[in-house]
Nanobody, 114 residues
Framework: QVQLVESGGGLVQAGGSLRLSCAASTSINAIGWYRQPPGNKREWVASITSSGTTNYANSLKGRFTISLDNAKNTVYLQMNSLKREDTGVYYC???????????WGQGTQVTVSS
């Protein structure tokens, strides 16, 4: 079982920045973020493997940066130039174990005001 603890959400003005963190209780194969805007489905944001390979949703490239501190089993999502449409609950997820399983965090709210 892997526990994921997220932090860093909050209220920010459009154009501002936030950094989300997600600490895993054990080492992981890959870790990343989804988000769920109000009234919409959950959508994938970005991911990073334990070896550092990153992937991003095309619409977010250039504004969001994902990074991983393997020593701390912690992933970070740096979000810059935030827009109102970035508002939503951001969920951390991890893939770990053998066979690989998915684990989810509890979510952290990000609200971008105009």
């Amino acid at each position: 079982q892997v526990q994921l603890v997220e932090s860093g959400g909050g209220l920010v003005q459009a154009g501002g920045s936030l950094r989300l963190s997600c600490a895993a209780s054990t080492s992981i194969n890959a870790i990343g973020w989804y988000r769920q805007p109000p009234g919409n489905k959950r959508e994938w944001v970005a991911s990073i493997t334990s070896s550092g390979t990153t992937n991003y949703a095309n619409s977010l490239k250039g504004r969001f940066t994902i990074s991983l501190d393997n020593a701390k089993n912690t992933v970070y999502l740096q979000m810059n130039s935030l827009k109102r449409e970035d508002t939503g609950v951001y969920y951390c997820y991890a893939i770990a174990g053998t066979p690989p399983q998915h684990y989810w965090g509890q979510g952290t709210q990000v609200t971008v005001s105009s």
